[in-house]
């Protein structure tokens, strides 16, 4: 935890095993995003986290940014993003009131990106 990322991130439905149980995944992905936060509490650095949620389960994901030597921007901008959009019906009741969802899209797919509210 005390190195530096740079977009890193993982894909808890990676094979694409459960896009029918779309609500699971989303709910597996909330569960994760949670314990990561939890963990970079205690971190010194500067450190951004958050979840997406897309149309195909395998690309759900969580990411963890930092400054880095890397040169990819920090703090990363969230570009593109409408934030306050609609929760998607597979995270309806996932996601609690100190995270906010926004909805971007990358090409055809719309990917929604959950991160704690400011």
């Keep these: 935890m005390s190195s530096w990322f740079s977009y890193w991130h993982t894909h808890p439905d990676m094979k694409c095993r459960a ?6 995944v989303a709910s597996l992905t909330y569960k994760l995003l949670l314990r990561v936060e939890a963990r970079c509490v ?8 958050w979840a997406t949620l897309c ?8 990411f963890l940014h930092s400054p880095n030597p890397n040169g990819t921007p920090y703090p ?5 993003v409408v934030w306050g ?8 009741g996932v996601v609690d009131s100190i995270h906010e969802i926004g909805k971007v899209k990358y090409g055809d797919e719309a990917v929604y990106i959950i991160r704690k509210r400011a």
């Design 19 to 24: 896009n029918k149980a779309r609500g699971l």
């Design 42 to 49: 205690q971190r010194e650095e500067p450190i951004q986290v």
């Design 55 to 62: 149309e195909n389960t395998g690309n759900n994901g969580i």
């Design 76 to 80: 990363y901008e969230y570009e593109g």
């Design 85 to 92: 959009s609609e929760v998607p019906e597979e995270a309806q």
